[in-house]
């Protein structure tokens, strides 16, 4: 599979980051309680950061692209 363009990369790094940490906490706070949405977050958080690693890291998204 070939890769996206950088800005378009940086751009799905910065929502894989973002929108499932935010989405568990609010569906966490809203179905259950304050501490169990925080916790949600905090478990989606954590695998969303590995998630960009191996895309950063293994997949060398990092990079800018050569012309």
């Known amino acids: ?33 304050q501490q169990t949405g925080f916790d949600y977050g905090m478990i989606i958080g954590t695998f969303s950061v590995i998630l960009v690693a191996w895309l950063m890291y293994e997949k060398n998204w990092r990079e800018e692209d050569e012309d």
């Not at 940086?10 to 568990?24: D, F, Y």
Request: a positive charge; zero cysteines; aromatic letters at 16%.
């Open 1 to 33: 599979m070939k890769k996206p363009k950088y800005p378009y990369r940086i751009l799905i790094i910065m929502a894989i980051l973002t929108v499932p940490p935010i989405g568990a906490t609010q569906l966490g706070w809203y179905l259950y309680d």
